[in-house]
């Protein structure tokens, strides 16, 4: 037996939840189904700091269900394995035939692991955002000491940053010339990663890892392209993700060079009655118009409201054109944010810039109690 919906959403995260809710806000009478693989939903951009700030705690860190329920969304565990375009229908793992009249994708992304990472070694983890995954995570960070970091990028530092305050002995392996170069100009960079270095994380930038060293299935070491071999109760592998578009790619729908799946300005893809949004879906930077890897829970969700607002036909007076990328976060209690177009970035487009530098503080008037100074770029 089919069962039938109007709108059918693959995926619990930050997109999929929010075009749920949105489903049901803007069109009350449409049945909704939010089809997802885990029981539980863990926030992502919180998943760094479950070990240390919230105490090891996955439950402090979940999106509740209550708000979907609520609201009159249908909520299927299961992991859907094929979309039939021409029926209109979606397969589920455990048998079931789901009709839709519209689908919109929200499939997340998947980690790059590249070939000299790849290992079956135990206490060897990756990003991965699922709530079973995640606590096996935490459970390695608390019995381990010794914990390598690969990868330099804000996932890497934040939770680099987290796990200091477990007192762990951290070394962060980084192929770029300095930490963040991805999201600050190296003078902004070099802050955070004196502030780490203070606190006595070992920073190997300009450097990769060759391969690991094992003892009793166990991770013990890890190989350096310098030569030198770091002793590891447990390694975390954080260089990046990329879009988890291969349902999408079975289904015949058109997929960008980058590997995520092609959508307009109203995030519709190739096919009319299908929409994707997230980390699955193609992301263009609005000044260079290129793609751009702004997977980020809050580009998710507003992509989400794009694409709500207009799968019955279009009512959007702004389409969405790109993506400014926004980025906050602290290293040893010192705030880093960024807004549009960095230095490096610019000058790799060949965009011409003005570039000035101020110091300010965060009170008005300064002789107020103690600021904070802020450096501006």
């Known amino acids: 037996m089919i069962m039938k919906y109007d709108i059918v959403v693959i995926g619990g995260g930050a997109g999929g939840f929010t075009a749920c809710l949105e489903a049901k806000r803007l069109y009350p009478d449409k049945s909704v189904l939010m089809i997802r693989r885990d029981e539980h939903t863990l926030i992502p951009c ?29 909520i299927l565990i299961d992991e859907v394995v094929k979309i039939d375009r021409e029926s209109k229908t979606v397969e589920t ?23 000299p990472l790849q290992t079956d070694l135990e206490n060897v983890f990756i990003m991965n955002k699922s709530y079973n995954y995640v606590k096996k995570l935490i459970e390695a960070i608390k019995e381990s000491d010794k914990i390598v970091v690969v990868g330099g990028g804000v996932a890497g530092v934040e939770f680099t940053d987290d796990m200091i305050r477990l007192g762990k002995n951290i070394s962060i392996v980084e192929i770029l010339p300095n930490i963040l170069l991805l999201n600050f100009d190296e003078e902004i960079a070099s802050i955070a ?31 350096l392209s310098n030569g030198t071999v770091l002793d590891a109760d447990m390694v975390l592998i954080t260089i990046g993700v990329k879009p988890n578009s291969g349902l999408a790619a079975e289904a015949g729908l058109k997929i960008a060079e980058n590997g995520a799946i092609e959508v307009d300005e109203y995030m519709r893809t190739s096919d009319p009655n ?28 507003y992509e989400a409201r794009i694409a709500v607002e207009n799968l019955y036909g279009v009512k959007s007076v702004k389409p969405f054109k790109g993506i400014i990328p926004v980025l906050l976060t602290t290293i040893r209690g010192l705030c880093f944010g960024a ?29 107020l109690t103690t600021p904070n100074k802020i450096t501006m770029k």
């Open 339 to 367: 807004a549009g177009l960095i230095e490096s970035t610019a000058k790799r487009y060949g965009i011409e810039y003005v570039k000035e530098t101020h110091e300010t503080v965060d009170i008005h008037p300064g002789t």
């Open 193 to 223: 990663a004196d502030k780490l270095k203070e606190a006595g994380v070992k920073l190997y930038t300009n450097t990769s890892v060759t391969g690991y060293i094992g003892e009793g299935g166990r991770v013990k070491g890890v190989k």
């Open 46 to 74: 919180a998943i760094p700091y479950i070990a240390g700030a919230l105490g090891g705690d996955l439950n402090k860190n979940i999106l509740p269900d209550s708000p979907l329920k609520d609201s009159g969304v249908e």
């Open 274 to 301: 299908i929409y994707a949004i997230g980390d699955c879906a193609l992301k263009r930077d609005i000044f260079t118009g290129s793609p751009a890897p702004y997977l980020l829970a809050s580009v998710a969700a």
């Open 93 to 115: 793992k455990n048998g079931k035939v789901i009709g839709y009249d519209k689908l919109i994708l929200a499939l997340g992304s998947t980690s790059i692991i590249p070939k």
